[in-house]
Structure formats: C-alpha cells, structure tokens
C-alpha cells in the first residue's frame, strides 16, 4: 500500500517562501506520477502541481506558475514544492497525491489513487 508523508508547511508572509515534501515508500515512488493539490475550508481540492515518473514533465495550475516549482528526487523517494512569492489566497490545506494513470498531465483528484494527509499553509499579509 502507498503512504504518503508530507511535511513542510506553516506560517510565512506575504512574499516569503515554504518548500514542501512529500515521502514515499522507495518500492513504488519510482512508478508514479505525483501531485500537489490543495483545499481550503468548504472548497473542492484543486490541483497545483504535477510531474511525471521522471520529473522532466512538470505542469502547474494558472493560479501558481511562475512562482510555484515541482520536482522529484526519486533516489530520496521525495517530491518537493517550492513555493515563492507566496500569496494570501494561496493559504491552504496542501496534499500530496501519486498517479497510476497513463493519460497525460493528469490534474483532477480523480486520477489520484493515493494522497498525504495534508500540510497547512498559511500566509499572512
């Protein structure tokens, strides 16, 4: 079974930086696509990030592009979110999740099989 451990979030300003983590058992990471979701109180988890097996293939929500960086590091099991110039609205419940789906960029939930129990972020203004 796939557990995914996330760390990483808390309290920055306006315009500071958070680098998220998430771990994955070392006998599956390399098999996966992953993600980064979020959600924040009564709204539907909304995709962020994703990077495909190899992490050559990164793609981002409108919302985070240009500030926000995907990565993997499949010898450390670890995939990463480097979060930059960070924003009020960007405060939220983030989740890391892993994919089995073979359809390009996967971006819904849906396609999701396995996620983290989530890492708060909150920025301050």
């Known amino acids: 079974q796939v557990q995914l451990v996330e760390s990483g979030g808390g309290l920055v300003q306006a315009g500071g930086s958070l680098r998220l983590s998430c771990v994955a058992p070392a006998r599956t990471f390399g098999s996966y696509g992953m993600g980064w979701f979020r959600q924040t109180l009564g709204q539907e988890r909304e995709f962020v990030a994703g990077t495909d097996w190899s992490g050559l293939t990164t793609y981002y929500a409108d919302s985070v592009k240009g500030r926000f960086t995907i990565s993997r590091d499949n010898a450390r099991n670890t995939v990463y979110l480097q979060m930059n110039s960070l924003k009020p609205e960007d405060t939220a419940i983030y989740y890391c999740?892993?994919?089995?789906?073979?359809?390009?960029?996967?971006?819904?939930?849906?396609?999701?099989?396995?996620w983290g129990q989530g890492t708060q972020v909150t920025v301050s203004s």
């Open positions: 999740a892993a994919t089995m789906s073979s359809a390009p960029k996967p971006s819904t939930r849906y396609e999701y099989a396995y």
